[in-house]
């Protein structure tokens, strides 16, 4: 449901097959925590696509063979160039068209564009309301995307590499 939602908003840069394994990944993030940690009915994530990163060329996260650094503009947060909401509640995820609430906890999850020109991708996410960062590095390997890294492994344990494709 995640991807046919957004599947229309793709450039022509934008490796489809990335999305569709990065929502599940990511999506299967936000479930794993909501059940270990939130005491709330729901849970959203802000999916969006994101041109700009400051200065992306001189940095890098080097996690998994390394990584462009997506840092972004204000607060540190990547701007994006549209995005969609989607509210987890009842193990069921729904589209919104703004947040449903103030006090539920949100997963803003910022993906790179022009995707398909490349073999990696680092997607930043923050949570909300602790305000932790999370990286996630996806590699292209055999024609197929994998996540291959979590800026918060030593603390969670290493990414589940579930086949996604």
Known sequence: MLFEAIQPKLGADDDPA??????SVLADELTQRQAEESKHGASVMVVGACSHWVR????????????VFPDGYKDSLPEMDWSAVFVFRNQEWTSATKL?????????????????RHKQAAIHTRWRPNGETVLYGFRKLADKWQCVAASDEKSRGPIRLANYS
């Open 18 to 23: 990335l999305w569709k394994v990065a929502l």
């Open 56 to 67: 992306p060329h001189n940095s890098g996260w080097n996690a998994a063979g390394g990584f």
């Open 100 to 116: 449903p609430g103030k006090n539920i906890p949100v997963f803003r999850v910022a993906i790179p564009t022009r995707t398909a």
